[in-house]
């Protein structure tokens, strides 16, 4: 043991005058210390003539010595790489100019998220955020979803395994529900988000998008106040020539419920596959808020009535940008994201 700690000193003070200036002697170098049956390896070898008891103390040793054995190595293929290499001081061409810093650009989906919530914050409306891992009363219960709904289903939610009340939000719902319940009317809020589904990735789905979902709560609001806040958001998002219609739908948390559609905007409605050739496309989900959802939260559903809607952010992105493949808003590919302009 003795002797092998000798040794290895011997071996730090070798290595530590040495001064390899070429390639040749820094590969005879890596051979002689750190190669398959080197140095290092041979004493490596040599433990198990080590006692036991000292096998331990042995080992740290002969760890640190490696280590300085192989960033000795390094630090001179650095130095020999910068020194043996074109680049010295005198080849440097002062006058070049340098390399170009590219400007970010933002993501179409920050891009619509902020037209939407300035359009909507013209209207009165502000935004509200919310966890996007959630529990079972502020995901379903709380929106009048019945237990049997099928959301709840276990292949389109991603349950937290930990806890069986968790889950990631498959809603912006979730954020309407937590602010009723911290505020009485009148709200006007805007909830822009990302949301989880357990689906199968493709180009017309993912396991996570975007939404922003809008609550107004107050006396004597009318489905008339619902209409018109919407048109004037697809007016201003789309332009005036936009036309809608409503047709009636069914929400657990909305009565009487509608679904909005707008002509579409890639062919003018004249029919292409993103309509489905009828020249329409289904833009948002809106209704008259359930009054036992207003009553969940304590809001007297005799005196207030509101209207809420939920729109999906990759679908407007879709009509605005054209764009046709879900994948690509999450790939990082800089050839799509370069195509939208510098950060406003
Ligand atoms: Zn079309």
Known sequence: MEQLLQQIEAYRQEIGSLTPDNAESLEAYRIKFLGTKGIVKNLFNEMKNVPTDKKKEFGLILNEFKQFAESSYEDWKIRGSSLNGQSTAS??????????????SRHPISLVRNE?????????????????????WHNFTALNL???????DMQDTFYIHQHPDWLLRTHT???????????????????????????TISARAHCFFHQTEGLYVDENVSFADLKQTLYFFVQEMFGKDV???FRPSYFPFTEPSAEMDINCRICG???????KHTGWVEILGSGMVHPKMLENFGIDSNKYTGFAFGMGIERICQLKYRIN????????????????IPAL
């Not at 602010?179 to 989880?196: A, D, F, L, N, S």
């Not at 409605?269 to 309509?275: A, E, F, L, S």
């Not at 493949?325 to 939208?340: G, V």
Request: aromatic share 6%.
């Open 269 to 275: 409605g004249v029919g292409c596959p993103v309509c």
């Open 325 to 340: 493949d879900l994948r690509l808003y999450s790939q990082n590919d800089t050839r799509f994201l370069k195509q939208f």
């Open 91 to 104: 080849d440097l061409d002062l006058t070049l100019p340098g390399d170009p810093l590219r400007p970010g």
């Open 116 to 136: 939407i919530v300035h359009i909507f914050g013209r209207l009165g409306f502000s935004v509200a955020e919310g966890p996007e891992i959630e529990d079972d």
């Open 146 to 152: 019945p237990e049997d709904h099928p959301a709840r």
């Open 173 to 199: 719902s979730s954020v309407q529900a937590r602010v009723m319940e911290r505020q009485k009317p009148p709200i006007r809020i805007i909830c822009p988000g990302r949301v989880y589904r357990n689906e």
């Open 243 to 245: 036309r809608v219609r």
